[in-house]
Nanobody, 123 residues
Framework: QVQLVESGGGSVQAGGSLRLSCAASGRTFSSYAMGWFRQAPGKEREFIAAINWIGSSTNYVDSVKGRFTISRDNNKNTLYLQMNSLKPEDTAVYYC????????????????WGQGTQVTVSS
């Protein structure tokens, strides 16, 4: 089992940057693909980015390509999401998740979830 805890959320003005972290417990972090999702009020949970177990393959939703970067440090059991050029429409609760599959983009294919961290971008 994997327990995930997100951090790094906050409030920022449009054009600013934030880096989210997701700390994983357990010794099996490196065997999971990891993903980031977000959910805005009244909207469904949306896939943002995923990375395979070793960090050699990534996948992004088109709306964040070129602005967000997913990465991982298996030695530290930590997943990251660097978010640059933030826009008000990026405002949401951001979740990290772990999957036994290769960089899935569908939420139901993830086995473990964190509690989420709020990101608010003001114009």
């Amino acid at each position: 089992q994997v327990q995930l805890v997100e951090s790094g959320g906050g409030s920022v003005q449009a054009g600013g940057s934030l880096r989210l972290s997701c700390a994983a417990s357990g010794r099996t972090f490196s065997s999971y693909a990891m993903g980031w999702f977000r959910q805005a009020p009244g909207k469904e949970r949306e896939f943002i980015a995923a990375i395979n177990w070793i960090g050699s393959s990534t996948n992004y939703v088109d709306s964040v390509k070129g602005r967000f970067t997913i990465s991982r440090d298996n030695n530290k059991n930590t997943l990251y999401l660097q978010m640059n050029s933030l826009k008000p429409e990026d405002t949401a609760v951001y979740y990290c998740a772990a999957s036994r599959l290769q960089t899935p983009t569908i939420a139901k294919l993830y086995d473990y979830w964190g509690q989420g961290t709020q990101v608010t971008v003001s114009s």
